[in-house]
């Protein structure tokens, strides 16, 4: 009973071998829970969030969406709200489906904005199946310091 696999010859099982396909696997029929296809969009919905000198600038890969599927919104004042739906195609009953991996359904994200971004301003634009929201950054007021004479 070896513990290091033969590659020439047969294989015999052995409960003392760990790489033996004869041993019971408990995980063998177990099914792993899927995500439905109303929330696979949701996992797909990536955003980069950059800062530079004059904005906040986010966008987000949303490949096969019209800018009428998406919703960009600022909310409870400070929070940028990106949200939209991919339908589900439309099923021909004459048509064979070989794969189905394209994700559709609803998906939202949110980020809290810092105390300098300017929500009166928030541009967005939709090109190539990129999002690219911009939020311009207010000049924040240095606050000012008054030095106080130590008496004593």
Request: net charge negative; charged share 35%.
């Given at each position: 009973?070896?513990?290091?696999?033969?590659?020439?010859?047969?294989?015999?099982?052995?409960?003392?071998?760990?790489?033996?396909?004869?041993?019971?696997?408990?995980?063998?029929?177990?099914?792993?829970?899927?995500?439905?296809?109303?929330?696979?969009?949701?996992?797909?919905?990536?955003?980069?969030?950059?800062?530079?000198?004059?904005?906040?600038v986010f966008k987000a890969d949303l490949p096969g969406l019209?800018?009428?599927?998406?919703?960009?919104?600022?909310?409870?004042?400070?929070?940028?709200?990106?949200?939209?739906?991919?339908?589900?195609?439309?099923?021909?009953?004459?048509?064979?489906?070989?794969?189905?991996?394209?994700?559709?359904?609803?998906?939202?994200?949110?980020?809290?904005?810092?105390?300098?971004?300017?929500?009166?301003?928030?541009?967005?634009?939709?090109?190539?199946?990129?999002?690219?929201?911009?939020?311009?950054?207010?000049?924040?007021?240095?606050?000012?310091?008054?030095?106080?004479?130590?008496?004593?």
């Amino acid at each position: 009973m070896s513990l290091i696999p033969s590659f020439v010859g047969t294989r015999r099982g052995s409960i003392f071998d760990p790489l033996s396909a004869d041993i019971w696997d408990p995980f063998r029929d177990f099914q792993f829970p899927q995500l439905s296809q109303e929330n696979s969009a949701i996992v797909n919905a990536r955003v980069d969030w950059k800062e530079t000198q004059e904005a906040h600038v986010f966008k987000a890969d949303l490949p096969g969406l019209r800018k009428e599927e998406v919703k960009v919104e600022i909310e409870d004042d400070r929070v940028l709200q990106i949200s939209g739906k991919r339908n589900v195609e439309e099923e021909d009953k004459s048509d064979t489906w070989h794969r189905m991996e394209r994700s559709s359904g609803e998906f939202i994200r949110r980020f809290r904005l810092p105390e300098n971004a300017k929500v009166d301003g928030v541009r967005a634009s939709l090109e190539n199946g990129v999002l690219t929201v911009t939020v311009p950054k207010e000049e924040m007021k240095q606050p000012e310091v008054k030095a106080i004479e130590i008496s004593g």
